[in-house]
T-cell receptor
Framework: DAKTTQPPSMDCAEGRAANLPCNHS???????VYWYRQIHSQGPQYIIH???NNETNEMASLIITEDRKSSTLILPHATLRDTAVYYC???????????FGEGTQLTVNP | EADIYQTPRYLVIGTGKKITLECSQT?????MYWYQQDPGMELHLIHY???????EKGDLSSESTVSRIRTEHFPLTLESARPSHTSQYLC????????????FGQGTRLTVV
């Protein structure tokens, strides 16, 4: 699975959009981009995933660049409860394992 | 809501004791995983399984062992607990197809004194 790079921390004001970047320059054609988050040492929670098209669900939007070498997770209206560590993961074939990097600590400030 | 359960949630145990951390899922998932996480640190994959009678070591070396006799059950055992085993242990499961999400349990926080 391709390696990902994320900033270690970010801050966002409550009510504003939080844009979390992820670089995955070695991604291959059959690999998906996944985002999870972990709130204060609870079990990680799935947010969204995509292959090459932009995706949106009730939690967030995922924007993947045309060359697929980077992506951005967007929380449109961040709340205090969105404070968490956000993990960007690239996964490919059915045999691939699920491994996490260091993630981005997002802090939403009042 | 995810149907994956870990017991106990918290465990304090003395050095040298044998312990088993339980993980069960009712979603019929083939893949199951164990992670170890120290406070404020990364999640490290220590064991995974692709199905019954399949177990593999993860990226982080661990003295624990696992078994997968039933699809729904993936227990982790420490034969002789040590203070260095103090950590949080998280279990997860997913369908065989990697293009679906994984579900996590709430974790077991283990303290060895």
């Amino acid at each position: 699975d391709a390696k990902t790079t994320q900033p270690p921390s970010m801050d966002c004001a409550e009510g504003r959009a939080a844009n979390l970047p992820c670089n995955h320059s070695t991604i291959s054609g059959n690999e998906y981009v996944y985002w999870y988050r972990q709130i204060h040492s609870q079990g990680p929670q799935y947010i969204i995933h995509g292959l090459k098209n932009n995706e949106t669900n009730e939690m967030a939007s995922l924007i993947i660049t045309e060359d697929r070498k980077s992506s951005t997770l967007i929380l449109p209206h961040a709340t205090l409860r969105d404070t968490a560590v956000y993990y960007c993961i690239v996964r490919g074939t059915s045999g691939s394992r699920l491994t996490f990097g260091e993630g981005t600590q997002l802090t939403v400030n009042p | 809501e995810a149907d994956i359960y870990q017991t106990p949630r918290y465990l304090v145990i003395g050095t040298g004791k044998k312990i088993t951390l339980e993980c069960s899922q009712t979603m019929g998932h083939d893949k199951m995983y164990w992670y170890q996480q120290d406070p404020g640190m990364e999640l490290h994959l220590i064991h995974y399984s692709y199905g019954v009678n399949s177990t593999e070591k993860g990226d982080l070396s661990s003295e624990s062992t696992v078994s997968r006799i039933r699809t729904e059950h993936f227990p982790l055992t420490l034969e002789s607990a040590r203070p260095s085993h103090t950590s949080q242990y998280l279990c997860a499961s997913s369908e065989w197809d990697s293009y679906t999400e994984a579900f996590f349990g709430q974790g077991t926080r283990l303290t060895v004194v």
